[in-house]
């Protein structure tokens, strides 16, 4: 194993540097919302590549319970949206921001309070960390909000969730309405992907669904020696599932993702791979391959 150069890791000429560079990362989100973790992957030198495990599709209902409580939003004091698909699917149903009327909006994540602004809507609650736990913590209670609006709480989601978030707030006092908004269902895998994915080093994990359709497309066996989660909840799926976790972003979004692998790799927290062995499940491409992350740890 040759010895790292002093002034960092060894560079190929003409490869793009960064603090990424030479490492291949497996972007696992869904195709239409990929491009902000892979583009800035790449701006670190990264060699990422895509592999959606899922797609997001309309409920079984075609929308219609979702529609029907956007005709009554009235009868709602609070909207909850903690992803932006749900932010989608709840705006595509308005016919303008006017139609909210006195209805609050509480959000979770960068991502969708972005999603949001591209409706131009603006969260009245964003908890500082994007987890169910920390809005319940500053959501009010129904004593505390204008008596002569209903003590109702719409929640739009995708059909399978944790039910933290619904059944905090009924523990605050509030009646909530929990409407499937989307659902997410396995993407198609190619022999393409398979190819890609047995010459990585670092997968990357977004959401619990990202894990689940991750094993059940791919197993275990093509496990890239690193794993990195967005958050705790990501985690924590990852782990039921007796994966071994490298990266936790303490700040949940693409680039609180990125910059957790970044520290970790620039830690030397693995042992530096020079020679990829050949193993089975992998591709003969990625033998010999540089690496900067080290060797398939396996399952905790």
């Not at 979702?66 to 698909?85: E, G, I, K």
């Not at 994915?197 to 990202?210: C, L, P, Q, R, Y």
């Not at 979004?253 to 990125?258: H, P, S």
Request: net charge neutral.
């Amino acid at each position: 194993m040759a010895p790292t150069p002093p002034n960092g890791p060894e560079q190929i000429p003409g490869q793009i540097s960064g603090p990424l560079a030479g490492v291949r990362v497996v972007v696992t989100r869904p195709r239409h919302q990929r491009s902000a973790l892979l583009d800035r992957l790449r701006a670190e030198g990264a060699d990422a590549i895509s592999v959606p495990t899922i797609e997001i599709v309309d409920p079984l209902d075609e929308g219609k319970d979702l529609a029907r409580a956007v005709s009554d939003l009235h009868t709602f004091t609070w909207v909850v949206f903690t992803s932006a698909n749900a932010v989608s699917r709840f705006c595509g149903l308005l016919r303008d921001s006017r139609d909210l009327g006195d209805v609050r909006i509480a959000a979770i994540g960068t991502a969708t309070v972005a999603e949001l602004a591209r409706h131009e809507l603006v969260a009245d609650l964003v908890p500082e960390r994007f987890i169910a736990e920390f809005l319940l913590e500053a959501f009010p209670l129904p004593s505390q909000s204008d008596p002569s609006r209903p003590g109702r709480v719409l929640y739009p989601s995708a059909e399978v969730t944790r039910d933290v978030l619904p059944r905090g707030l009924r523990e605050l006092g509030w009646e909530v309405d929990e409407v499937v908004a989307y659902r997410t269902i396995p993407a198609s895998i190619t022999d393409s992907d398979r190819a890609a994915v047995a010459s990585a080093d670092v997968v990357t994990f977004t959401s619990g669904s990202t894990v689940e359709q991750w094993l059940a497309a791919f197993g275990s066996a093509l496990l890239p020696p690193t794993v990195a989660c967005i958050g705790p909840v990501t985690a924590d799926v990852a782990r039921r599932h007796d994966l071994r976790i490298s990266v936790i972003a303490s700040t949940h979004t693409v680039d609180g993702l990125v910059d957790a692998l970044i520290a970790y790799v620039a830690g030397g927290k693995s042992e530096p791979a020079r020679r990829r062995r050949s193993t089975p499940g992998r591709s003969p491409s990625g033998a010999g391959r540089r690496s900067r992350i080290g060797r398939r740890r396996g399952r905790a």
